[in-house]
């Protein structure tokens, strides 16, 4: 084909792109400079070389896939090669590197971030498994990473903690997280950190957890209160910080509602149009001596800080969405898209129709939506 020759190419790109501006250069905070270039899209090249640990999981993979649609190297450690199979269709050739790592192995993060001018850290485990407790998940591990990330000079380090952090915390997990916070910043004082609340989509262990096992969400009489943000907007947020590389401090992402378990389960419901759960509430006593038998089953199961986590109330802070640009949106707005697949055939295509908000703000009214698969 005549536009797909070489010299075609090249006349296109001098023509249609134009020519290079100022624009097209960024001075990262190192002084290094990231210079872009090439049509925009898929094709583009962004003069940035990112890695992001913990890419594997729930928000990881929505961050490779804006990070590369920005015509971003990411480099892409994994642990399992098939988790990192569904990479290679997000960036075009040579954008998306796959590298095997281990997160004791320091040899192995400094080979996966040594070219890099950006290091995001996902990684996250919020129970014990057999190699690695909470803390040498959560803390030890991202600890480890920032300190190697800073003495080969990365210019960026950006850490995923939870909102709950906090070192007085009831919970390991949260205790983990704020532990993580200071070991990263103590390596890497102008990390930013990412303070995400209970992320819902397709993978979450929110919407499609409580549509399987609602008796779990029953805990505190589902009295908990969370503040639920779309895995969407935080990867956006992310992948928007790379344009802001000076940022340094602490973001909170919460939803833009708090909501009850109670609430959330009737969501749940009303969109999978199943019968409401009958099972009981459980003490806690009850339920942590249940999950500390269920961690003898081989995949996971609810573990005891999990038990401890459902009785612990989002933190009321505000968010800081202004400063990543992002406007958070609404549980209802993509509940069906993400729970359609649990109704039965017969009621495939019948309408949403959400309950009622215990008091519902004013931007976000109950609506019906027949096939809201946006
Ligand atoms: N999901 C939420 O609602 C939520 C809310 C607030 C904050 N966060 C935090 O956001 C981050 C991402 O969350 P997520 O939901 O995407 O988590 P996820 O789906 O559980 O993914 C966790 C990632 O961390 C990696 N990882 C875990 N333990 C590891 C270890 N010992 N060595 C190497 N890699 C390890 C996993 O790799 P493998 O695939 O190889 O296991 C995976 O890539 C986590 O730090 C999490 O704590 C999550």
Not at 11 to 31: S, W
Not at 67 to 93: C, H, S
Request: proline fraction near 8%; glycine fraction near 6%; hydrophobic fraction near 40%.
């Amino acid at each position: 084909m005549l536009t797909s020759t070489p010299s075609v190419l090249r006349l296109q790109r001098t023509i249609v792109v134009g020519k290079r501006a100022y624009h097209d250069l960024q001075t990262l905070p190192n002084k290094k400079p990231a210079i872009s270039y090439g049509p925009p899209g898929y094709s583009a090249v962004s003069g940035r070389t990112v890695t992001v640990f913990g890419c594997t999981g729930f928000l990881g993979r929505y961050l490779v896939s804006k990070l590369g649609k920005l015509g971003t190297q990411v480099i892409v450690p994994y642990r399992e090669e098939d988790e990192a199979r569904l990479f290679k269709p997000m960036g075009d050739l040579g954008q998306i590197v796959r590298m095997e790592w281990d997160i004791r192995d320091e040899n192995t993060i400094a080979e996966c971030l040594r070219y890099s001018d950006t290091v995001y850290n996902l990684v996250g485990r919020d129970y014990d498994t057999k190699n690695f407790d909470i803390r040498s998940a959560n803390a030890v591990g991202p600890g480890r990473i920032a300190k190697i990330a800073a003495e080969c000079g990365v210019s960026q380090f950006i850490q995923v903690s939870h909102l709950n952090a906090s070192k007085s915390s009831p919970s390991k997990f949260y205790q983990a997280k704020a532990e993580a916070e200071e070991l990263v910043k103590e390596a890497f004082p102008t990390a930013t950190i990412i303070r995400p609340a209970t992320m819902f989509g397709y993978e979450d262990k929110l919407l499609t957890n409580m549509a399987v096992w609602p008796i779990w969400w029953k805990l505190n009489e589902a009295q908990t209160k969370i503040r639920p943000v779309h895995v969407f907007d935080v990867a956006q947020a992310m992948a928007n910080l790379l344009a802001n590389p000076q940022l340094s401090r602490t973001l909170n992402l919460p939803g833009p509602s708090t909501l009850t378990y109670e609430y959330l389960l009737d969501l749940v419901t009303s969109v999978t149009l199943q019968p409401p759960s009958q099972a009981p509430t459980l003490p806690k006593s009850v339920a942590t001596v249940l999950s500390k038998l269920a961690q003898n089953i081989w995949w996971p199961a609810l573990s005891p800080d999990e038990v401890t986590r459902r009785y612990i109330d989002d933190a009321e802070v505000p968010g800081d969405w202004d400063a990543v640009g992002v406007q958070p949106s609404e549980i209802e707005t993509h509940a069906l898209t993400y729970l359609r697949r649990y109704r039965s055939a017969v009621n495939f295509v019948r309408p949403a129709v959400f309950p009622p908000r215990p008091s519902p703000p004013a931007a976000v009214s109950p609506h019906t939506s027949f096939f809201d698969i946006s």
